[in-house]
């Protein structure tokens, strides 16, 4: 698990979670969980990365909101009861965070799953997706992709911290790109 590092969720977070799930519900709960891991890994990553003069506030923030989208899609298992296929979490988080006057943090929403999504795998796989590349670009960016691949949202193991060689093993099943990509991370960021 993620070093235990205190973090201080700066109020407007909450704010922002609070306006789309309920307190206490279980995508609530499972949300918050997830966000609070990813953003301890994150926070661990940007410590090492000092050199690379990562905005930690921002990494903060952006960690803790990059799934505020899953309240929008069909999760049952994660309490989620929307109508749109989970694959969409990035589209809609990024939607809700540049409503609300965050598009830096709605860039992170879009550009988080696994390594990213690149336009040609989007239209390969026939993903309900804009056709753009949906990758990091930015240094907060992939060190928050980085480190949401360490968690799931699956209630069973909401607390396990993958290794690199499981991350790297399963995102090489979507093309040997992806595992490679996040091998040269994990290098990068320390971890292997």
Same mark, same amino acid.
């Given at each position: ?53 990562? /905005? ?6 952006? #960690?803790? *909101? ?8 069909? $999760?049952?298992? &994660? ?68 480190? /949401? ?6 209630? #069973?193991? *909401? ?8 991350? $790297?093993?399963? &995102? ?21």
């Amino acid at each position: 698990m993620a070093k235990n590092i205190d973090i201080q969720i700066p109020s407007f977070v909450f704010g922002l979670i609070d306006k789309y799930y309920e307190r206490g519900s279980p995508s609530y709960r499972i949300l918050l969980t997830h966000s609070i891991l990813v953003t301890r890994k994150a926070l661990q990553v940007a410590e090492r990365m000092k050199r690379l003069h990562p /905005d930690i506030p921002f990494i903060l923030e952006a #960690s803790m *909101l990059h799934d505020i989208g899953i309240c929008k899609t069909n $999760a049952p298992g &994660l309490g989620c009861h929307g109508k749109d296929p989970y694959i969409t979490h990035i589209i809609h988080g990024r939607k809700m965070l540049e409503k609300e006057g965050y598009p830096k943090h709605g860039l992170v929403c879009e550009r988080h799953t696994g390594v990213g999504l690149p336009k040609a795998y989007i239209i390969k796989q026939g993903f309900p997706l804009p056709k753009r590349d949906m990758v990091p670009t930015t240094t907060e960016e992939r060190i928050v992709s980085y480190a /949401d691949s360490f968690y799931s949202k699956d209630p #069973s193991c *909401l607390f396990h911290e993958k290794s690199v060689e499981e991350i $790297a093993a399963f &995102l090489s099943q979507f093309g040997a790109r992806f595992g490679k990509t996040f091998l040269r991370w994990a290098k990068e960021f320390g971890d292997a």
